[in-house]
């Protein structure tokens, strides 16, 4: 090595710990003749290099940087050479200082490992826990940083002679790997890889223990099982997600398009929502028809565990090496979140005996622990890009970049789909989904992910902000803080986590549609246009009242919805009749009448129910957006009718667009109907407020923005119209991104 040259101190920050990052400097210390250290600290990974190559390192160092490295900023200042000095090391870490680093999402098997995992020559070949620094658990084992194992939940398991050998060799790709094992010294799986796949093909529901919990597996062509698991996860019309051996494995019964297959192969290995094909699948397995009734979606992933992979290779009969990967595989498993009754994920090995006693037949568990829950997530293409539906396993925790930095601040979300943001600098890091906050469980969980997320972190927020219904369980633990609070309203959250991800600034005019937020003077909102602009949020306009017969309840009974289209649209005489048999239907009918527990709501998701009932589509619904999930499936080619809709000073009257959908041939073509000319009352409503103000841009946000066919015709309308519309990307549009924008908004108060 070279005595000569300049000395560098140079500072890497970003997601640069737990990818390899060390071992790939040393790499490139020894192809350029340098000498000096690297280590990790709470920074990020800290540099010093001594030669006469000094520029070609640092070009290779961003330029060829490892595959889940995502670096933010390199620093790099000269410092004194040093004499002498021989050889380049890495250092052991710092742990001392605030934390400014961050740890990596979980990791899909990577080819190398998988070719290790079939080689039967391979020390590894077949065990459950291989892999190295480009792959395998990162967040979900790791207690605190510096990310070193004794930092993680592989701290009581000691190398072995070899494993340790690869670890402190610095041209293998297991150098300073920290989760690295084999079957002489890492986890044990409690069931072998054929008698899971034997209880599969059987019938049984087996718990798997995987990355950020467990799941509960069934064989996907079993009607039976599928609806046994159905019953006891008492999931009533809910979607089950589909893992399947390859992407070519599913496009025996989903269609996919080039950027769909790359999301579904991605390292982050999400749950990829997908359409199905509408003809016959032909040869291959046939689908039980309970995984996804009456739905044109189909929620599909591939292996990401070394164990899912197991599974598909005894299927296949054990061939050698990976070119079986590349053929489409006949099993399919259903893989659904271990979490009954809409508990969070189990994830120790005594608490799933304990909690999925009567559920499961068999639990596979093992001897790693998971130190933090995650659960799938969540995407789905959305107008030409990605778009979450919920964020988990795979992506928690990547930051999102702010357009400036900010204070740190908690935020703590709404009720349903709870997640929590935590600020640090110019990142946000919105957690993994939590659940809805109705049971003690799940509360038990937001708890657990604030504690942790803070604690990675080295977080201490100055402020929390919260949703300003004042009996939301997130409200109530913002307040035993002890913390200042900060309440936003649920509308202006769901338009600022648009405008953090996107970065605007100033003024924004957005358009929130979902299904319930408390208001201003305690009304139920839910179709608003919001000028938003920091802590002030003015609403310019609403979606026309209808009227919510029985309060709550009539968001899982659409037809009670449709019961108050008929007398919005004077024609009360026909509830009777129409929904005969669905309860106390003159009763309802009297409710709305007389206003009597019937409170008007301005919610686009009411007015979708509406549209449900009148058509037939649900007429009650075993889960939230269950009906509107039903009507999107039948969109063949949206359409406007004319004239369908009243703009009357500031509200949008969606009546007639309703009243039209009682003329339709059927519940297909009022779905068409109901898309296309909903799009187009938005659009023309919106278009001369943006006008008067001045805006070419726009922010589209809430649940009623997960339906693909509504998000696409607003986007290309307003497109038409020469105006952006920006939709959510990195954070759900439903409730899952309300903890985004109250942070970014809290910001503006601090």
């Known amino acids: 090595m070279s005595h000569d040259g300049e000395r560098l101190r140079i500072r890497v920050r970003g997601r640069v710990q737990g990818v390899g990052f060390r071992p790939h400097v040393h790499a490139l210390a020894r192809r350029f003749g340098l000498t000096g250290w690297v280590l990790n600290d709470p920074q990020g990974v800290l540099i010093e290099v001594q030669g006469t190559a000094t520029a070609a390192f640092r070009t290779a160092l961003t330029g060829e940087a490892p595959p889940l490295a995502r670096i933010d900023a390199v620093d790099c200042e000269a410092v004194d050479p040093i004499p002498g000095e021989d050889i380049f090391a890495i250092r052991r870490s710092l742990a001392a200082g605030a934390i400014a680093t961050g740890i990596g999402p979980d990791a899909a098997v990577c080819p190398a490992c998988l070719a290790e995992l079939f080689d039967p020559a391979d020390r590894r070949y077949r065990y459950a826990f291989l892999n190295c620094t480009h792959c395998g658990p990162r967040y979900t084992i790791t207690h605190r940083l510096p990310y070193d194992r004794p930092q993680t939940a592989m701290a009581g398991f000691p190398l072995c002679h070899d494993c340790l050998a690869e670890y402190g060799e610095p041209t293998d790709r297991r150098f300073h790997a920290q989760p690295t094992a084999c079957p002489a010294c890492g986890p044990r799986l409690s069931h072998r890889p054929e008698d899971i796949l034997a209880a599969l093909r059987d019938g049984r529901l087996v718990a798997i223990k995987g990355l950020g919990g467990f799941h509960l597996a069934c064989d996907a062509m ?29 496009t025996r019964h989903v269609r996919m398009d080039p950027d769909e297959r790359k999301l579904l192969e991605g390292v982050a290995r999400p749950i990829v929502l997908l359409r199905r094909r509408e003809d016959a699948p032909g040869s291959g397995p046939e689908l039980a028809p309970g995984i996804a009734p009456g739905l044109a979606w189909l929620g599909v992933m591939l292996p990401y565990t070394p164990l899912h992979y197991l599974l598909f290779h005894e299927a296949a009969g054990r061939p050698d090496g990976t070119g079986w990967l590349r053929e489409p595989q006949d099993l399919m498993l259903v893989m659904t979140s271990a979490n009954p009754g809409g508990e969070p994920l189990a994830i120790g090995n005594e608490e799933a005996r304990e909690r999925l006693a009567g559920i499961a037949d068999m639990i596979v568990d093992h001897d790693r622990d998971i130190v933090i829950r995650a659960d799938d997530s969540v995407v789905r293409k959305l107008a030409g890009a990605p778009a979450f539906l919920r964020r988990g396993r795979g992506h928690v925790p990547e930051p999102v970049r702010l357009a400036r930095p900010v204070p740190p601040i908690l935020a703590v979300g709404g009720h349903l789909k709870a997640t929590v943001c935590v600020t640090r600098g110019d990142e946000a890091f919105l957690s993994q989904h939590i659940g ?244 187009a009352a938005l659009v023309d409503w919106t278009l001369p407020v943006l006008r008067v103000h001045d805006l070419g841009r726009l922010v589209l946000s809430g649940g009623c923005l997960m339906n693909a066919v509504l998000a696409e015709e607003l986007v290309a309308g307003f497109r038409t119209a020469g105006v952006e519309a920006l939709l959510p990307r990195l954070a759900p549009a439903n409730d899952g991104g309300l903890s985004l924008g109250q942070a970014w908004t809290a910001s503006f108060a601090l």
């Not at 609806?227 to 070519?248: C, I």
């Not at 919805?561 to 005489?573: F, K, P, Y």
């Open 222 to 250: 079993r009607a039976d099982a599928v609806e046994r698991l159905r019953r006891v996860k008492q999931r009533n019309g809910k979607p089950f997600a589909l893992m399947v051996a390859n992407a070519d494995s599913a």
């Open 436 to 679: 809805d906050l109705d049971n003690a469980a799940t509360l038990g969980f937001l708890e657990e992910t604030v504690a942790h997320l803070l604690h990675i972190l080295g977080v201490e927020p100055v402020a929390v902000a919260h949703d300003r219904h004042p009996d939301f369980q997130s409200t109530r633990f913002a307040e035993r803080t002890g913390l200042p609070t900060v309440a936003v309203q649920h509308h202006h959250a769901h338009v600022a986590a648009v405008m953090a991800e996107h970065r605007v600034e100033g003024p924004a005019l957005g358009l929130a549609l979902d299904g319930f937020g408390l208001g201003e003077g305690g009304g139920s909102w839910g179709g608003e246009m919001l000028l938003v602009d920091g802590l002030r949020a003015e609403r310019l306009g609403s979606l026309a009242p209808l009227a919510q017969p029985g309060g709550d309840v009539a968001a899982r009974q659409p037809w009670r919805m449709a019961a108050a289209a008929l007398v919005r649209m004077g024609r009360a005489d026909e509830i009777v009749p129409r929904f005969a048999g669905q309860g106390p239907v003159e009763g309802v009918r009297r409710m709305i009448e007389r206003g009597i527990n019937a409170p008007p709501t301005s919610s686009c998701g009411r007015w979708f129910d509406a549209a449900c009932g009148l058509l037939g589509v649900r007429t009650t619904a075993g889960f939230e957006g269950e009906a509107p999930m039903a009507l999107e499936s039948l969109v063949r080619r949206p359409r406007v009718a004319d004239g369908a809709w009243r703009v009357e000073g500031s509200k949008l009257d969606l009546t007639p667009l309703l009243e039209a959908l009682l003329t339709v041939a059927d519940a297909a073509e009022g779905a068409d109907l109901f898309h296309g000319t909903l799009a």
